[in-house]
């Protein structure tokens, strides 16, 4: 019995060690189940913070920082060779022109695009022609706009440049050679210069690729002819001297009071017709803006609303006036705009300019002689140079607009000054719901998106970004880097270009003769920064 009720017992004994076994299975279950709840609730909690994070942020973000450069996380430019860079030899295999078609900086992208050809087919460069007439109606020309001896001595190490093409003898007789015209395709890829371009130039002795907008591929692998763009973008370009002048008088006065920021404007009659954004505007303006469509841009149904919500539409002026003081700028920021006609008149400014009174532009600011040609390129030109130079820039639409997509890029070259860059397809619920009287926590709304952007700092290119918008990593170098291809080139760089090109003849140029070995080495050194 005893044994019988001992096994009893040691039977209960060992189910109770089993269901305590399986207890403590059980509490171990359980405790891993509340383990995987906390982490669960931990990421959720971080996933909520981080969501509203950017808007938490945005209440203590202090807008006076942005009159700062952004950091450059130990980056600087550098568009100088990296690696072993032949001198142009002094036998080229022809010549090359270029017609440059659109407005300035469609110009200035062609204009770098020329110089890789002419590297890469070891042709002497014509000087570009600026195709001015059919766009500004101006007359200037690359010599009456750019500093053209600088031109030709920056790219010494590179190319061969010429101001025309020479004269050739026939029966006795003196006259102009002639060159091959081609139309090159758009985008066109290193492959097509260095095989088809470079057979009709060895045939015909000059070639004249027309028209020369977009005919080169920007993305190449190559990152010697990327910095080659560099060079002449960032560098060789330079406006002549009186636009240089003009515009160093207009920052200089608008900086005598403190900071000031440039916006590039863009609602004007094209841009606002290539969009297909006329439904704000009355009838009669309707009218004039689908006319203009019709007559410049391919047919295309497009519907206002739809455009809107995509960020298609440039950014009315009142609504870039509500963005820039729902991140804290007051109404004494100083604002100097680079924009054309706005379309729509005063009705549009008025909101603006009662949010923002201290506007001011190139007629406002500069020389009653600048008003002359405004509107043509070297109204342009100032207006680049200003809003490079200002403290904080502001594209409103930075779409198919060369203008603000090339100062952007030379911004970030420039030492990564600060750019505002609001995103219109994350404001444009916001503004909608404004315009139908939601206006509950706007301007947090609005802070929120803003204050999540990069404000100019190096950042990788993803396309759609351009080249020209953005030539990080190719032309930045750093001082401790991580990665060999991102080391700084040497410090002896200008006089191993030098020692090469005078050991392989030098540059038997007229722009050149007669400059002292000073003057060159420090044109270069600026060249080469």
């Known amino acids: 019995m005893r044994s019988s009720r001992g096994g009893e017992v040691w039977g209960r004994r060992g189910g109770s060690s089993r269901q305590l076994k399986q207890l403590g299975w059980g509490m171990k279950g359980m405790t891993g189940r509340l383990w995987i709840a906390l982490i669960v609730l931990v990421i959720c909690s971080i996933l909520l913070f981080s969501s509203n994070g950017s808007s938490i942020g945005a209440e ?34 022809g010549y090359l022109r270029v017609r440059c078609n659109g407005g300035l900086n469609q110009q200035r992208s062609a204009i770098c695009n020329a110089v890789v050809a002419a590297r890469i087919m070891n042709a002497t460069l014509v000087l570009p022609e600026l195709d001015t007439n059919s766009f500004w109606h101006d007359d200037s020309g690359f010599p009456g706009i750019y500093d053209v ?33 081609i139309r090159p395709p758009r985008d066109a890829p290193l492959s097509w210069y260095r095989t088809f371009a470079l057979e009709k130039m060895k045939k015909h002795g000059a070639i004249y690729l027309t028209p020369f907008s977009h005919r080169l591929a920007e993305e190449v692998d190559e ?10 973008n960032y560098h060789a370009l330079r406006f002549k001297p009186h636009i240089m002048r003009i515009s160093s008088e207009i920052v200089n006065r608008l900086r005598a009071q403190g900071h000031f920021m440039s916006i590039h404007l863009r609602f004007e009659l094209d841009m606002l017709a290539f969009a297909g954004c006329v439904d704000i505007f009355t009838p009669a303006q309707q009218k004039i803006l689908i006319k203009y469509r019709k007559e410049n841009f391919a047919e ?55 949010m923002f009174p201290h506007l001011e532009n190139h007629s406002s600011m500069g020389p009653e002689k600048l008003e002359e040609n405004a509107q043509g390129l070297v109204g342009s030109a100032v207006d680049y140079m200003v809003c490079l130079l200002s403290d904080i820039f502001m594209p409103t639409y930075d779409g198919p607009s060369n203008f603000a997509n090339n100062l952007l890029g030379h911004r970030l070259y420039y030492g990564f000054r600060t750019t505002i860059q609001p995103n219109r397809k994350a404001l444009a619920p916001i503004f909608m719901d404004r315009e139908e009287g939601r206006t509950a926590d706007f301007e947090e709304r609005v802070r929120r998106i803003m204050f999540n952007l990069k404000f100019g700092g190096p950042h990788k290119r993803v396309h759609p970004e351009s080249f020209y918008t ?24 200008l006089d191993v270009l030098e020692n090469q090109l005078q050991s392989e003849g030098g540059y038997d140029s007229e ?3 007669g400059a002292n070995r000073t003057d060159t080495s420090s044109l270069i050194e600026e ?3």
Request: charged share 30%; aromatic share 8%.
């Open 511 to 513: 722009e050149l003769r």
């Open 223 to 232: 990152a010697e002819l990327q910095r080659l763009r560099c060079r002449v």
């Open 470 to 493: 953005n030539s990080w990593p190719e032309c930045f170098c750093q001082m401790r880097p991580r990665n060999p291809a991102d080391k700084c080139p040497p410090d002896n760089i």
């Open 300 to 354: 295309k149904e497009l519907v206002y609303k739809e455009r809107r919500l995509i960020g298609k539409c440039p950014l009315t002026p009142e609504e870039v006036g509500l963005i820039l003081r729902s991140m804290g700028f007051d109404n004494s920021t100083r604002i100097y705009l680079a924009a054309g006609e706005i379309f729509g008149g005063d009705r549009f400014m008025k909101p603006f300019r009662r």
């Open 149 to 181: 001896p600088h031109f030709i001595k920056s790219l010494r190490y590179d190319i061969r440049i010429v101001k025309s093409l020479p004269e050739v003898s026939s029966n006795g007789k003196a006259r102009k050679m002639k060159s091959y015209q």
């Open 60 to 93: 203590h973000v202090d807008v006076n920082k942005l009159w700062k450069t952004a950091d450059s996380s130990g980056w600087r430019a550098s568009s100088a060779p990296r690696s072993h860079w032949p001198s142009p030899p002094i036998e080229s295999n």
């Open 527 to 529: 060249t080469l920064i």
